[in-house]
């Protein structure tokens, strides 16, 4: 962090922010990974939201920082989407001239925490799991972003719409149709 922003934040308040950074950093990058589908790319749009919220939000209030965070991070993540569109477009057109080989990169592996309790729980947990991330990932963008920011972060519908930049008329909308796409693709996980 530059020397300039450590200045502008009293001791308290810069221990607030860490704080809140170790909180939604892990959560942000499964956010991040599973619209990706590439770690390394989900690792760089994190990094770079959290260094936007420190730079130009660090000194506001605490209750402002988790919308604040998500509309950044859900930006971020949608100008991803933006570069790798054009980055597509660029292939095609190095390939139709005998440039590039266009090699798409491969989806990443899910990586699994460690177990914390009977091999059988552990096997169904990480099934299940498992189902639920390719889950995620089938769903449209809006979808995606509406259920991880009001299921998995705990937004209201009011902070998630800031964060998606919509109505929130609209955060309901995707958020039901996410919940509705999910329960038909995990009725088997029902008990």
Not at 86 to 99: D, E, S
Not at 149 to 158: I, K
Request: aromatic letters at 8%.
């Amino acid at each position: 962090m530059p020397q300039s922003d450590a200045i502008k934040r009293s001791p308290a308040q810069q221990a607030a922010l860490n704080r809140f950074l170790g909180e939604v950093e892990r959560r942000a990058f499964r956010m991040a990974e599973i619209a990706t589908r590439n770690p390394d790319e989900a690792l760089d749009v994190v990094q770079d939201a959290i260094l936007v919220l420190v730079r130009n939000y660090g000194d506001r209030s605490e209750a402002d920082w988790r919308p604040l965070f998500h509309r950044i991070l859900q930006s971020r993540i949608n100008d991803w989407y933006r570069r790798r569109a054009v980055r597509a477009k660029v292939l095609v057109v190095r390939q139709w001239f005998g440039g590039g080989d266009g090699d798409e990169l491969p989806d990443p592996i899910d990586t699994a925490p460690a177990p914390r309790g009977e091999p059988g729980e552990e096997v169904d947990n990480q099934r299940s799991g498992a189902a639920i991330i390719a889950a995620l990932k089938t769903l449209p963008r809006r979808q995606q972003q509406a259920f991880m920011l009001r299921a998995w972060e705990g937004l209201d519908v009011a902070a998630t719409a800031h964060a998606m930049g919509c109505s929130e008329g609209s955060v309901k909308t995707h958020y039901f149709r996410a919940t509705r796409a999910l329960q038909r693709q995990l009725e088997v996980f029902r008990p």
